[in-house]
């Protein structure tokens, strides 16, 4: 052989060892990748706990405001006053309508949760809300003023035994929550004392008492339903007083029960930052009363409480009509929505 062709022959020799020693050190990628994927590639959520998962969800939450429920047996007395004050009909809605507004959040996977559930997502202690199917959305139903048709007590046989109004909405949520066991029986009742909450002064310990019972909350809507703002800024003595003695009432019917109530519901709007930083501590006749939420009386959508945009004294509601139940519930976008997700079990090591 050639000088010329000898070293070509040489030069092409060591030139297939060194792919196939490349080949042996390097070209092994199903292996590689295998281990690589299994190794630092995995489902995040599978090493999450529940509530890990759900503080890192997105996504908003619709808190859903009611003001009357017109009901077979209050018509005669909301109808005169529509037509005295037209502009009240924002504020009602009736039995059916209510009816039908839960039956359509239900089959569209909407399931309700508890305000204390809703500011729980910010804390982790979540595990409540496990009942909740995978890809259903929270809301929360709140309910403003205790006026008609919330909470009514009737005599329907005449026989002087009271029962729930089936038709009010306390007997229409008891009633849905029995057929549909995976709507929970929960929301959250503002409540004044500007009038004999619910209309019933002699069922009123009573109505107090057993919404505790189901299981509903009670938040403190002042004394007066009076604005706050324009009592903080006239003398905060009275703003205290607003709020204390509504809290004095609701000790004079519920005793020991009343220390549930750490909630505020804002009359009339939005508050002033000096506000929601006043109501967190009301000192009044001696007592103090920490309170660790403030609800607005009109807004959007409420946003997750681990956001960096959620503050717990200035939470949003959306007043509830027809247009703005098919607008800003049914259709809003980017609502928080349960994962298709478990907890991930241990394993043994």
């Known amino acids: 052989m050639k000088k010329g062709n000898l070293s ?4 092409a020799l060591g030139g297939a060892i060194f792919v196939s020693l490349a080949a042996y050190l390097f070209w092994q990628p199903e292996r590689e990748i295998v281990m690589d994927i299994e ?5 995040p959520f599978d090493v999450l706990s529940f509530e890990d998962i759900l503080q890192r969800l997105p996504g908003s939450i619709p808190i859903l405001q009611y003001h009357m429920i017109m ?11 529509i037509a005295k004050r037209p502009l009240l009909r924002r504020f009602i809605l009736t039995s059916q309508e209510f009816r039908e507004q839960l039956e359509i959040l239900y089959q569209q996977g909407f399931r309700p949760i508890s305000l204390d559930e809703y500011l729980a997502l910010g804390s982790g202690e979540v595990s409540s809300l496990k009942r909740l199917a995978p890809g259903t959305k929270p809301f929360v139903l709140t309910f403003d003023d205790a006026t008609y048709g919330q909470f009514d007590l009737i ?4 026989d002087g035994i009271v029962e729930i109004d089936p038709e009010c909405a306390v007997g229409i949520l008891l009633d849905f929550h029995n057929t ?3 709507f929970a029986l929960t929301g959250a009742f503002c409540i004044d004392f500007s009038k004999v909450p619910f209309l019933q002064p002699s069922y009123l310990e009573k109505k107090l008492n057993l919404l505790l019972d189901y299981g509903f909350e009670i938040v403190n809507h002042t004394k ?7 009592l903080f800024r006239k003398s905060p003595d009275a703003f205290s007083r607003e709020i204390g003695a509504a809290m004095e009432k609701f000790e004079s019917y519920l005793g020991y029960r009343a220390k549930s109530i750490n909630k505020i519901a804002y009359p009339n709007g939005r508050v002033s930052d000096q506000v929601k930083q006043a109501v967190k501590q009301i000192s009044y006749k001696g007592k103090t009363y920490h309170f ?5 009386a009109y807004g959007l959508w409420a946003p997750q409480p681990a956001s960096t945009h959620f503050d717990p004294y200035a939470i949003p509601r959306i ?31």
């Open 71 to 81: 009901t077979p047996h209050n018509a005669s007395l909301l109808s005169p006053l």
């Open 8 to 11: 070509a022959f040489f030069l």
């Open 155 to 158: 005599d329907t046989n005449s």
């Open 180 to 182: 549909h066991p995976d």
């Open 292 to 296: 660790i939420a403030g609800l607005h």
């Open 224 to 230: 007066n339903h009076t604005s706050l703002d324009k």
């Open 319 to 349: 007043e509830i009509s027809g247009k703005n139940f098919e607008k800003f519930v049914l259709l809003a976008p980017r609502l928080l929505t349960m994962p298709p997700l478990t907890e991930k079990k241990p394993q043994d090591k």
């Open 39 to 43: 190794g630092h590639y995995e489902n």
